[in-house]
């Protein structure tokens, strides 16, 4: 969250899962749905995520990151190998 809030001309973001996720809750929780950072209103169109687990937190981050990306073009999501595929598996709603 402090790269959104701190990028507004935020393009193209790439996550790494393996190299670079903390947990949400550790020291940060998402903002309310009601707030949207002004990358995300206004100029992110692209979200690469790799190596995604489907854990809770990740999913909670991809979640808002989908539901609240105005712009957003692309998003291209590798996940990483998991013996049970339904536990990574998330529904997205769009209005």
Known sequence: ?????????????MLDTAS???KI?????LPPRSYVPS?????FEIVE?????????????????LANSK?????GISMRYSKDCKSAMIKIKRS
């Open 39 to 43: 990358c995300l209103s206004s100029e």
């Open 1 to 13: 969250m402090l790269l959104l809030n701190n990028a507004p001309k935020l393009k193209v973001l």
């Open 20 to 22: 670079t996720f903390r």
């Open 71 to 75: 712009c957003l073009k692309r998003a």
């Open 25 to 29: 809750g550790e020291s940060e929780d």
């Open 49 to 65: 995520w790799v190596k995604y687990g489907g854990t809770r937190e990740e999913k909670k981050l991809l979640e808002y990151i």
